[in-house]
């Protein structure tokens, strides 16, 4: 229990983050309400530093923070999960992330508010405040994509993806005073309620086929037993309800509406959020049906004890997923990113291009999904290219949308500042808005894959593995759409250096919170940076691809200790385990 | 000092850029044209003062240490240089201080921009050239097209906008194909049979030469070939993938047209050179006749299509496609004097064609027009300009003595020589030195591509005739007296006649297409050692089709040979060479795998 308990101290961090910051932001005082947000970021400095410090390293097995004893190279808690090291990953990216993200939200809401009261003309009133709910459900989304990331069963895994997306359908609705956001919340939130129900009956599905909730046992069941075509179906519809969050094909309509409606850095946060929730959720159920416990799939503990660099060779060749399930993904890649990318050229509102690029993205990681763990090696690893390319999306994505955010127009008719909207409004930009705008230039090339930015790296694992997965049609369509991308991006990346603005032109200027122009900066700051020190990364990328394996490592007792050992009331215990029908 | 030479080649633009971008606009040329000139005395001085020519087989001048950059990913940050990429970087660097001192009167507005992203462009394309690693060659490869767009969307003429997304999105397409292609090989390159164990992935060129050339069948090379050509074919650009060249060359400014045809073309032809011939040698055979055939359609079309033009840099810009025909076809000779000649061709065409785009943009600057229909007879105004246009033009169209001829009759020959199924019969008594290499084109090959030289005369002489002879005919506005109406609101007037800076600018230029055409003979020299490893792999290819009688039905995959040479990329002592790593005892196994490639 108590093991589980340090598992979960990056969750319980954000947590009490979340509590203080909902009490905070409904203070009279200004400094009070204004250190909800320095509140929210020390929340995720702090998980962030839970979750690095009790990453375990090679060669040492007490967590520096806790000192309990990793079981020599496994996460506490970690004996029950099918990729046991990603959680600790996931958790690192997701505060790393998270604190971009966090940058451009500052004064999203009650920015009239605040102007009123600070002029006199209206008193603080904690019902008309809504800066205290918006940093909680923002720190909350992020508690429930952390604890995706440690998920170990269904209806957890479905109660952590609900709560990652119920307080974004919130953020959107309340991230601005117009009604198009309101507009797009209720959207986001009926199609949400579609997806998630689907995705829960496939969970029905999985848990009548397999007669368990827990994926160890899951995966257990499907390999001893094989998989049936009740789990088949549960799968298909748990891939197709995440498609939702992921924003891939057939579900992704709703994509570019919501993030037109929705402010720019709260359209940051869906690009990367529930992606993110979705991404780890398909790794995990297809680690139950495809790679753990496979056959020829070398011990966790062996691999660990060998090094990150030098796991066992085994047969690398076709995925191990199922047929239908490979073909499912395949076709969904294939159409999601050709969808997204050959739409994206039609638009000219900055943050429909976006939505589009995020749904063309998700179908380049599909790609890595298909692909599979391989060998273990990053070259090889379709896993560690998924989860590296998180990394990578989310920050040159962060980058994109805390531009838009940092600028603004004259005043509309409500009062409020107009956000900036066409391609056409970015003109200029390097000219007027240098910092901005070379942040605009520089994302926008990564997002497109041109090297040598960061998601040129990015994509080049995605290659790899695929090819190695003997993939190469779906590698080609990866490589053909990174081409269709360049249309739009190039719109992207050189309407802002090369373009001279129209001549009366209305001007666009600052939004007047530095911390926006700071987050544009961070991000476009690490595409360069991660790109050249970027090998630290997919070290760590690769240890959490590790999936957990059919044999029981040898007894190498000087390095690794079979995680069965660490926990040895394991196999017997949760989950009802219901007569096999 | 010497392992950093390339290095400081690469870096010294790339500084001098970040001195451009931070002085202020009035040092920017300065800094450009001595950040140029620096770049350009590394290079010299790695050229004739460190580098070997007599063993320019080997890959030189690389660092000690390669950088591990990501070595998960078997990534390296590594350089070197062998005869061929050696010329090539002198080349770039010879050009880099032209192109920068041609545009100080050209370039009038945003002039920090223009300079440093020149010098950008510059590093990079030097960094292709001196790569040693696949992605790192990627990289480079890649990134001219940033500097290259900017160039001829912000500075170029009325078309740019098009034209520079044009040349983006084709060359850009063009190149992922060709990096899934080169990812391929990689992977390859750890599965390949004889592999026992966990082997690092490694984009090394050699390493993965030596293994895809030697173990992939013939089906897993042609797709990996056209999956190259799909990205090298349109950069150079062989004839159905043209159709971006005459439009980004017409609109670019000065300068970029003549980087453009200078280097970035020849990033191409030095990618089929570097890559295609030797990864792929078996595919190469076998499809030599149908790249041999695109090659003419690309030497005559384009001819064909230079004489009804006239617009006279346009008509440049399509004599690049037939001239990049003879090159290409040269290099699918697949012998001495066809990949001699091909190698010599883009050292020659990169000078000629680069001095004649700095010629038309001479008179641009001074006419604002290059119509055939508006200029006439301007060897009676402008004698000093006119006697380079015929000087360059005559280099361009092969005049013996000039360095075009040389390379061009190298190419034709190699073509010509390249048969061995002619070696027999009528053709034998009637030429003896058919048949004396194996090959698979020939002299019909070569007789059609001849007559590609005589077009390439006639609309040269054609265009000479129209613009430097015949009556004097200038554009309205411009009398027939002063001349000095060039002279705008910005900038000083230019004179009617070449200024001292353009005459410098082109002499070296003209000096080594005297040189290179009289005396040849160090460059042919220099280039025995990287062609006959070439030659070698081709013959290598030959052997293989030979064996593999069925292509593409003995997948290499899987099979594991017991005592084959095991050569991992990690464990490839550095400095170990193309020619090392491609005699033909390494090619043909010593031990194991029979029946995979006979000795």
Same mark, same amino acid.
């Given at each position: 229990?108590?093991?589980?308990? =340090?598992?979960?101290?990056?969750?319980?961090?954000?947590?009490?983050?979340?509590?203080?910051?909902?009490?905070?932001?409904?203070?009279?005082?200004?400094?009070?309400?204004?250190?909800?947000?320095?509140?929210?970021?020390?929340?995720?400095?702090?998980?962030?530093?839970?979750?690095?410090?009790?990453?375990?390293?090679?060669?040492?097995?007490?967590?520096?923070?806790?000192?309990?004893?990793?079981?020599?190279?496994?996460?506490?808690?970690?004996?029950?999960?099918?990729?046991?090291?990603?959680?600790?990953?996931?958790?690192?990216?997701?505060?790393?992330?998270?604190?971009?993200?966090?940058?451009?939200?500052?004064?999203?809401?009650?920015?009239?508010?605040?102007?009123?009261?600070?002029?006199?003309?209206?008193?603080?009133?904690?019902?008309?405040?809504?800066?205290?709910?918006?940093?909680?459900?923002?720190?909350?989304?992020?508690?429930?994509?952390?604890?995706?990331?440690?998920?170990?069963?269904?209806?957890?895994?479905?109660?952590?993806?609900?709560?990652?997306?119920?307080? =974004?359908?919130?953020?959107?609705?309340?991230?601005?005073?117009?009604?198009?956001?309101?507009?797009?919340?209720? +959207?986001?939130?009926?199609?949400?309620?579609?997806?998630?129900?689907?995705?829960?009956?496939?969970?029905?599905?999985?848990?009548?086929?397999?007669?368990?909730?827990?994926?160890?046992?899951?995966?257990?069941?499907?390999?001893?037993?094989?998989?049936?075509?009740?789990?088949?179906?549960?799968?298909?519809?748990?891939?197709?309800?995440?498609?939702?969050?992921?924003?891939?094909?057939?579900?992704?309509?709703?994509?570019?509406?919501?993030?037109?409606?929705?402010?720019?850095?709260?359209?940051?946060?869906?690009?990367?959020?529930?992606?993110?929730?979705?991404?780890?959720?398909?790794?995990?159920?297809?680690?139950?049906?495809?790679?753990?416990?496979?056959?020829?799939?070398?011990?966790?503990?062996?691999?660990?004890?060998?090094?990150?660099?030098?796991?066992?060779?085994?047969?690398?060749?076709?995925?191990?997923?199922?047929?239908?399930?490979?073909?499912?993904?395949?076709?969904?890649?294939?159409?999601?990113?050709?969808?997204?990318?050959?739409?994206?050229?039609?638009?000219?509102?900055?943050?429909?291009?976006?939505?589009?690029?995020?749904?063309?993205?998700?179908?380049?990681?599909?790609?890595?999904?298909?692909?599979?763990?391989?060998?273990?090696?990053?070259?090889?690893?379709?896993?560690?290219?998924?989860?590296?390319?998180?990394?990578?999306?989310?920050?040159?994505?962060?980058?994109?949308?805390?531009?838009?955010?940092?600028?603004?127009?004259?005043?509309?008719?409500?009062?409020?500042?107009?956000?900036?909207?066409?391609?056409?409004?970015?003109?200029?930009?390097?000219?007027?808005?240098?910092?901005?705008?070379?942040?605009?230039?520089?994302?926008?090339?990564?997002?497109?894959?041109?090297?040598?930015?960061?998601?040129?790296?990015? +994509?080049?694992?995605?290659?790899?593995?695929?090819?190695?997965?003997?993939?190469?049609?779906?590698?080609?369509?990866?490589?053909?759409?990174?081409?269709?991308?360049?249309?739009?991006?190039?719109?992207?990346?050189?309407?802002?250096?090369?373009?001279?603005?129209?001549?009366?032109?209305?001007?666009?200027?600052?939004?007047?919170?530095?911390?926006?122009?700071?987050?544009?900066?961070?991000?476009?700051?690490?595409?360069?940076?991660?790109?050249?020190?970027?090998?630290?990364?997919?070290?760590?990328?690769?240890?959490?691809?590790?999936?957990?394996?059919?044999?029981?490592?040898?007894?190498?007792?000087?390095?690794?200790?079979?995680?069965?050992?660490?926990?040895?009331?394991?196999?017997?215990?949760?989950?009802?385990?219901?007569?096999?029908? | 000092?010497?392992?950093?030479?390339?290095?400081?080649?690469?870096?010294?633009?790339?500084?001098?850029?970040?001195?451009?971008?931070?002085?202020?606009?009035?040092?920017?040329?300065?800094?450009?044209?001595?950040?140029?000139?620096?770049?350009?005395?590394?290079?010299?001085?790695?050229?004739?003062?460190?580098?070997?020519?007599?063993?320019?087989?080997?890959?030189?001048?690389?660092?000690?240490?390669?950088?591990?950059?990501?070595?998960?990913?078997?990534?390296?940050?590594?350089?070197?240089?062998?005869?061929?990429?050696?010329?090539?970087?002198?080349?770039?660097?010879?050009?880099?201080?032209?192109?920068?001192?041609?545009?100080?009167?050209?370039?009038?507005?945003?002039?920090?921009?223009?300079?440093?992203?020149?010098?950008?462009?510059?590093?990079?394309?030097?960094?292709?050239?001196?790569?040693?690693?696949?992605?790192?060659?990627?990289?480079?490869?890649?990134?001219?097209?940033?500097?290259?767009?900017?160039?001829?969307?912000?500075?170029?003429?009325?078309?740019? +906008?098009?034209?520079?997304?044009?040349?983006?999105?084709?060359?850009?397409?063009?190149?992922?194909?060709?990096?899934?292609?080169?990812?391929?090989?990689?992977?390859?390159?750890?599965?390949?049979?004889?592999?026992?164990?966990?082997?690092?992935?490694?984009?090394?060129?050699?390493?993965?030469?030596?293994?895809?050339?030697?173990?992939?069948?013939?089906?897993?090379?042609?797709?990996?070939?056209?999956?190259?050509?799909?990205?090298?074919?349109?950069?150079?650009?062989?004839?159905?993938?043209?159709?971006?060249?005459?439009?980004?060359?017409?609109?670019?400014?000065?300068?970029?047209?003549?980087?453009?045809?200078?280097?970035?073309?020849?990033?191409?032809?030095?990618?089929?050179?570097?890559?295609?011939?030797?990864?792929?040698?078996?595919?190469?055979?076998?499809?030599?006749?149908?790249?041999?055939?695109?090659?003419?359609?690309?030497?005559?079309?384009?001819?064909?299509?230079?004489?009804?033009?006239?617009?006279?840099?346009?008509?440049?810009?399509?004599?690049?496609?037939?001239?990049?025909?003879?090159?290409?076809?040269?290099?699918?000779?697949?012998?001495?004097?066809?990949?001699?000649?091909?190698?010599?061709?883009?050292?020659?065409?990169?000078?000629?064609?680069?001095?004649?785009?700095?010629?038309?943009?001479?008179?641009?600057?001074?006419?604002? =027009?290059?119509?055939?229909?508006?200029?006439?007879?301007?060897?009676?105004?402008?004698?000093?300009?006119?006697?380079?246009?015929?000087?360059?033009?005559?280099?361009?169209?092969?005049?013996?003595?000039?360095?075009?001829?040389?390379?061009?009759?190298?190419?034709?020959?190699?073509?010509?020589?390249?048969?061995?199924?002619?070696?027999?019969?009528?053709?034998?008594?009637?030429?003896?030195?058919?048949?004396?290499?194996?090959?698979?084109?020939?002299?019909?090959?070569?007789?059609?591509?001849?007559?590609?030289?005589?077009?390439?005369?006639?609309?040269?002489?054609?265009?000479?005739?129209?613009?430097?002879?015949?009556?004097?005919?200038?554009?309205?506005?411009?009398?027939?007296?002063?001349?000095?109406?060039?002279?705008?609101?910005?900038?000083?007037?230019?004179?009617?006649?070449?200024?001292?800076?353009?005459?410098?600018?082109?002499?070296?230029?003209?000096?080594?297409?005297?040189?290179?055409?009289?005396?040849?003979?160090?460059?042919?020299?220099?280039?025995?050692?990287?062609?006959?490893?070439?030659?070698?792999?081709?013959?290598?290819?030959?052997?293989?089709?030979?064996?593999?009688? =069925?292509?593409?039905?003995?997948?290499?995959?899987?099979?594991?040979?017991?005592?084959?040479?095991?050569?991992?990329?990690?464990?490839?002592?550095?400095?170990?060479?193309?020619?090392?790593?491609?005699?033909?005892?390494?090619?043909?196994?010593?031990?194991?795998?029979?029946?995979?490639?006979?000795?």
């Amino acid at each position: 229990m108590t093991d589980r308990l =340090t598992f979960l101290y990056p969750e319980i961090a954000l947590f009490i983050g979340t509590c203080v910051v909902m009490v905070l932001g409904l203070s009279r005082t200004l400094q009070a309400r204004k250190a909800s947000a320095l509140v929210t970021g020390l929340a995720l400095v702090v998980a962030g530093y839970m979750a690095i410090a009790s990453t375990p390293r090679v060669g040492e097995a007490i967590c520096p923070l806790t000192g309990i004893c990793f079981s020599k190279g496994l996460t506490p808690g970690a004996g029950q999960l099918l990729l046991p090291q990603m959680p600790l990953y996931a958790k690192t990216l997701i505060a790393i992330v998270g604190l971009i993200l966090l940058l451009p939200c500052a004064g999203t809401v009650d920015r009239a508010e605040e102007a009123a009261i600070a002029s006199g003309a209206r008193r603080f009133d904690p019902l008309r405040s809504n800066r205290a709910e918006f940093y909680a459900f923002f720190l909350f989304s992020l508690t429930g994509l952390m604890l995706c990331a440690s998920a170990d069963d269904l209806v957890w895994l479905f109660l952590a993806l609900e709560l990652t997306s119920l307080p =974004t359908y919130i953020m959107v609705a309340i991230s601005t005073s117009r009604n198009k956001s309101r507009e797009a919340g209720v +959207k986001y939130f009926f199609l949400g309620a579609l997806g998630a129900a689907i995705f829960l009956y496939g969970f029905a599905f999985i848990y009548g086929g397999t007669g368990s909730t827990n994926l160890n046992q899951i995966a257990r069941h499907i390999q001893d037993d094989g998989l049936n075509s009740l789990t088949l179906v549960g799968m298909l519809l748990a891939m197709l309800g995440v498609s939702f969050k992921i924003a891939a094909v057939p579900m992704h309509f709703y994509t570019p509406d919501v993030y037109e409606g929705a402010a720019p850095q709260v359209s940051g946060f869906l690009a990367f959020v529930p992606k993110t929730a979705g991404f780890i959720s398909i790794l995990l159920l297809a680690a139950t049906v495809g790679w753990a416990y496979a056959p020829g799939q070398s011990g966790v503990g062996a691999m660990l004890s060998a090094g990150p660099v030098e796991p066992l060779r085994q047969s690398v060749g076709a995925t191990q997923l199922p047929e239908l399930l490979r073909i499912t993904l395949w076709v969904m890649a294939a159409l999601t990113m050709t969808v997204g990318n050959v739409l994206a050229i039609l638009q000219t509102n900055v943050k429909r291009i976006l939505a589009y690029s995020s749904i063309a993205h998700s179908g380049y990681m599909l790609v890595g999904v298909i692909a599979g763990p391989g060998d273990g090696t990053f070259v090889n690893s379709g896993v560690a290219a998924v989860l590296f390319y998180l990394l990578c999306y989310g920050v040159m994505n962060a980058g994109t949308f805390a531009v838009l955010a940092a600028l603004e127009r004259s005043p509309g008719k409500d009062g409020e500042p107009r956000e900036i909207e066409t391609v056409a409004d970015l003109k200029g930009l390097c000219a007027t808005h240098p910092q901005l705008g070379w942040s605009m230039v520089i994302c926008s090339l990564s997002l497109l894959g041109l090297p040598p930015l960061l998601g040129f790296f990015g +994509k080049l694992p995605l290659f790899t593995s695929g090819i190695s997965a003997n993939e190469i049609p779906l590698v080609v369509i990866l490589a053909l759409n990174s081409a269709i991308a360049a249309f739009y991006y190039l719109r992207l990346a050189f309407t802002p250096m090369l373009e001279k603005p129209d001549a009366g032109a209305e001007a666009i200027r600052h939004a007047p919170f530095f911390s926006r122009r700071v987050g544009a900066m961070v991000s476009a700051g690490g595409v360069i940076v991660l790109a050249i020190f970027g090998s630290a990364l997919t070290d760590q990328a690769t240890q959490a691809a590790r999936v957990r394996s059919a044999e029981a490592p040898a007894g190498d007792t000087s390095a690794a200790a079979p995680p069965a050992a660490a926990h040895p009331a394991q196999p017997a215990t949760p989950g009802p385990r219901l007569s096999k029908r | 000092m010497n392992q950093w030479l390339l290095i400081l080649a690469m870096l010294t633009p790339l500084a001098s850029a970040l001195g451009v971008a931070v002085l202020p606009a009035a040092r920017a040329k300065t800094v450009a044209m001595y950040g140029t000139l620096v770049a350009l005395v590394f290079v010299l001085y790695a050229g004739f003062g460190v580098f070997s020519w007599e063993q320019s087989g080997y890959m030189q001048l690389g660092m000690d240490e390669p950088i591990r950059w990501i070595p998960s990913l078997g990534l390296e940050f590594q350089v070197g240089v062998d005869g061929i990429s050696m010329m090539l970087v002198m080349l770039t660097a010879l050009l880099g201080p032209i192109c920068v001192i041609s545009s100080f009167t050209a370039i009038k507005d945003r002039e920090k921009t223009y300079y440093a992203w020149l010098l950008v462009l510059q590093a990079a394309m030097t960094g292709v050239f001196c790569a040693r690693d696949l992605i790192l060659f990627y990289i480079c490869f890649e990134f001219t097209l940033v500097p290259m767009f900017i160039l001829i969307s912000v500075w170029g003429s009325t078309n740019r +906008k098009k034209a520079a997304i044009k040349f983006f999105l084709y060359t850009f397409t063009g190149s992922v194909i060709a990096l899934a292609g080169l990812v391929y090989v990689a992977w390859f390159n750890v599965h390949r049979p004889g592999i026992e164990g966990h082997v690092n992935w490694t984009f090394n060129i050699q390493t993965l030469a030596f293994a895809s050339s030697k173990w992939m069948s013939l089906n897993q090379q042609t797709w990996v070939m056209f999956a190259l050509l799909a990205g090298f074919a349109v950069k150079v650009p062989l004839f159905p993938v043209h159709t971006w060249l005459p439009l980004a060359h017409t609109e670019a400014p000065t300068a970029g047209s003549v980087i453009l045809a200078g280097v970035l073309l020849k990033l191409g032809t030095y990618a089929l050179i570097r890559f295609v011939l030797p990864f792929v040698p078996a595919a190469v055979v076998a499809y030599a006749p149908l790249i041999g055939a695109l090659c003419i359609v690309g030497i005559i079309y384009g001819g064909l299509i230079c004489w009804v033009q006239t617009d006279v840099k346009k008509l440049v810009a399509y004599s690049s496609v037939a001239h990049l025909g003879f090159c290409v076809l040269g290099m699918f000779a697949l012998n001495h004097a066809g990949i001699e000649g091909s190698v010599l061709y883009m050292i020659n065409h990169g000078l000629s064609t680069g001095a004649l785009f700095l010629l038309i943009g001479m008179i641009y600057e001074r006419y604002h =027009t290059r119509s055939m229909k508006e200029l006439g007879g301007l060897a009676a105004k402008m004698p000093v300009w006119a006697t380079f246009m015929v000087f360059f033009t005559m280099a361009s169209v092969g005049l013996p003595g000039l360095n075009g001829f040389v390379s061009e009759f190298l190419c034709v020959m190699g073509t010509y020589q390249a048969s061995t199924a002619w070696g027999s019969g009528v053709w034998h008594t009637l030429v003896p030195q058919v048949g004396t290499t194996p090959g698979e084109l020939g002299p019909w090959y070569a007789i059609i591509a001849g007559t590609g030289m005589i077009i390439a005369a006639m609309y040269l002489l054609y265009m000479l005739g129209k613009v430097v002879w015949g009556p004097l005919r200038l554009p309205a506005g411009h009398d027939h007296h002063g001349g000095h109406d060039a002279k705008d609101d910005h900038g000083p007037a230019l004179p009617t006649d070449l200024s001292m800076r353009e005459i410098g600018v082109l002499v070296p230029l003209a000096v080594l297409c005297v040189a290179l055409g009289v005396y040849p003979k160090p460059l042919l020299e220099a280039l025995k050692a990287p062609t006959d490893s070439l030659v070698q792999a081709a013959n290598a290819g030959r052997e293989k089709i030979g064996v593999e009688a =069925t292509p593409g039905e003995r997948a290499a995959k899987g099979e594991k040979g017991a005592g084959s040479a095991q050569l991992p990329g990690s464990e490839r002592p550095a400095g170990t060479t193309h020619l090392e790593l491609l005699t033909p005892d390494m090619i043909s196994p010593a031990s194991g795998r029979p029946g995979e490639v006979t000795p």
